[in-house]
């Protein structure tokens, strides 16, 4: 039982650190620790740093590309990147779509694709939800019919997140009404540029269209674009949502937000005294943190398990639900911190270059808006009642 | 970063778990309780003759042991079975503040702990302490060849299994000063003191101890004159690392059985733990349990730490500790219905005992407003 990070990760943070203070370009953690919206050229920007560096495969091996590192080097880059306010990495090419070629992609496609992901010539986003199908994903009807060396697609996606920068789309389309629902799933390579295809932003309760539908009229997508067997996608599904479950425990993002939250209940006063000072909301702050620091050791236990090659199964869940619990307590005493100047919603101060003065104090916006924003957290990736019902079988089994 | 037990740990956790498992029994919890004493002869010499007493000392000090994960190792294991042997007592806060302050006569004494022929407890609290450690009204004052004690000490746990205490007095000062507090080894049955022995919730006995001029010769002071205070308050952030432990190896015991008996109750043609309403609730408090082990990681890998550091994982641990433990209690009692709430049923003891942990070295408020004060300090 140790700890403490060894002598070779703490070098390994420190060379993180020197490179961040190196590299990280100042205009781009000014806008991620103010709350400023990021462009897609904000993102390509850093992907590109990244890149350069060899640091933007996190998850991926040496011989695609990838650093290689395992699960506790992974943490600590993620802790000292959200420290440093870096923009965070776009998940849908690296993270989600990546894993699943290398394991179970064609050689050209691993080829063709991998690289493309790198070197920022692609931005893939992810076609999973559908209207009617959300946490029973199984149930999705959008359709693809083999017609010569084509799929034809027909159907809707939905929640597509940062959709409109994309060129490409991942999705999970249905190629057989036959047996159980999850047998007739195949995951299908689509470009956006596709004639049928078309994108229309969904704006959320924080005022910004992070999230798309996607329509697909007869596209015509090449049979080459199937990724592994018909039918099997399900398995391929099952097998990104581990890797997109890397990370779930957002300590870092919610190590960010307390400080933030301290940051901004000392600046704000309640009967003359900073509102950080006053025994009630001082109480609320400290069970918070308290939590945090317990969740921080049960996020590394699951990462040493996991560096130690046992994969993180339903533990993955247990750090879902803790871990959004957390992030969304510190988005809801944030926003309260704020008190009047939470009402006021000038969307265009989030925008760069809109030269647009907040209202109140700069921090008020973007606190209230990520309260709004991080409603998903307990919704998205499997919602939390799905994890609790994965918790259920995989552990209680009940 | 590791969080494996060494070789050791694991053969100690093993062993112990093993050892509790066949000897512990629901009769032993019973008659250990009614006992003069409050605990079974059986279990301690079969606990001292394993090792386990030794295991909270360090080499130094005549054990083989000693740091956090070897208390905490120990205690989870205590609390998996629900026992109430006078291990906190004598090897964690009596003894241990003789390993940190007494001098080497007093300190031969650790070999008489540790075999577990000597028990030792600690007369620390007092009536209107609540849970300030600086609060000591007893006196001590020197007298002929030694010192006078007098005052009065509340839930002084296990001394009626115990042979000697060590006593806390205020030798300079006020109530609630850090400074002048002295510590003092004295006989049970020393003249002068008067005591109500009575049974606990969640097992075993304590005392209300009164002393009225009790004689002391002057080698029992232990440490320094009213400099006590500090190692008082190291030694009972050991007590509540090891008690956090305990309560987790509690949580897990009443864990298991409540899942058991939801796979095994049927009510409306099917087990019970094929309602969602119960499996979601349950899945809360697994998750609960995990955060309530990583705060005990935490605290058992700080104790050695600067005071404000170790303090702050200190009240962080007992706080999460603290509002975990109900939420285990209450959820299996619920889940388990009518059952759970009777004695003759083993989940009875287990969430008895389980909920004293809040009533102990400070409840969940208490700590949050320490940790508070900590971090503003």
Known sequence: ?398 | MNFELTEERQMLQDSLRRYLSDTVTPEMIHDATEADTGHSDTLWSGLAEMGVIGALFSEEDGGFGGAGFDLTVVFEELGRAGAFEPLMESGVLAGGLIAALGSDAQKAMIDEIVSGETILTLAHGEPAARYDLAHVETQAAKGGDGWILTGRKSVVMAAPAAQQMVVSARTSGEKGDTDGISLFLVPMDASGIETRDYPLNGGGRASEITLTDVTVPADALIGPEGGAFEAIETQHARAIAAQCAEAVGLMDAAKDLTVGYLQQRKQFGQPIGKFQALQHRMADVLIEIEQARSAVINLGGHLDAPRAERERYVSAAKNLVGRTAKLVVEESIQMHGGIGMTMEYALGHIAKRLTMIDHRFGDVDWHLERFIRLAAA
Not at chain 1, 252 to 266: H, P, V
Not at chain 1, 342 to 348: D, G, H, I, K, Y
Not at chain 1, 380 to 388: A, C, I, K, M, P
């Open chain 1, 1 to 398: 039982m140790d700890l403490t990070y060894t002598d070779e990760q703490k070098a390994f943070r420190d060379e993180v650190r020197r490179f961040l203070d190196e590299k990280l370009p100042k205009r781009l953690s000014d806008k991620v620790a103010t709350g400023i919206r990021l462009t897609k050229s904000d993102y390509e920007e850093w992907h590109a740093i990244l890149h350069e560096k060899g640091w933007l495969g996190v998850t991926w091996p040496e011989e695609h590309g990838g650093t290689g590192w395992d699960a506790v080097r992974r943490h600590i880059f993620e802790e000292e990147t959200t420290r440093a306010s870096a923009p965070r990495i776009v998940p849908f090419g690296i993270n989600m779509l990546g894993p699943v070629l290398m394991k179970f992609g064609s050689d050209a496609q691993k080829a063709h694709y991998l690289p493309r992901i790198l070197d920022g010539s692609d931005w893939w986003c992810q076609g999973y939800s559908e209207p009617g199908a959300g946490s029973d994903l199984a149930s999705l009807k959008c359709s693809a019919e083999r017609d010569g060396d084509h799929y034809i697609v027909n159907g809707q996606k939905t929640w597509t997140t940062l959709g409109q920068y994309a060129d490409k789309i991942f999705c999970l389309v249905r190629t057989s009404k036959e047996g159980k629902p999850q047998e007739g799933i195949s995951f299908l390579l689509i470009d956006m540029d596709t004639p049928g295809v078309s994108v229309r932003p969904i704006v959320l309760i924080d005022g910004e269209a992070e999230v798309n539908e996607v329509w697909f009229d007869n596209v015509k997508v090449p049979a080459e674009n199937l990724v592994g067997e018909e039918n099997k996608g399900w398995t391929y599904a099952k097998y990104l949502l581990t890797h997109e479950r890397t990370n779930i425990a957002g300590v870092g993002f919610s190590t960010a937000a307390l400080q933030n939250l301290k940051r901004i209940a000392g600046l704000e006063m309640q009967d003359g005294k900073p509102l950080i000072e006053n025994p009630l909301f001082a109480a609320k702050v400290a069970q918070v943190e308290i939590d945090l620091m317990a969740m921080a050791t049960t996020n590394m236990r699951v990462v040493s398990a996991a560096a130690a090659g046992q994969a993180p199964g339903a533990e993955s869940s247990m750090l879902k639900i803790k871990g959004t619990v957390i992030r969304q307590e510190l988005n809801h005493l944030t926003r309260r911190a704020v008190g009047p100047y939470a009402l006021p919603f000038v969307s265009e101060a989030l925008e760069e270059g809109s030269n647009v003065e907040p209202v109140g104090p700069d921090y008020a916006m973007p606190a209230v808006q990520s309260y709004f924003n991080n409603r998903k957290l307990s919704i998205y990736g499997g919602s939390n009642e799905v994890q609790r019902t994965i918790i259920t079988k995989a552990i209680l089994e009940l």
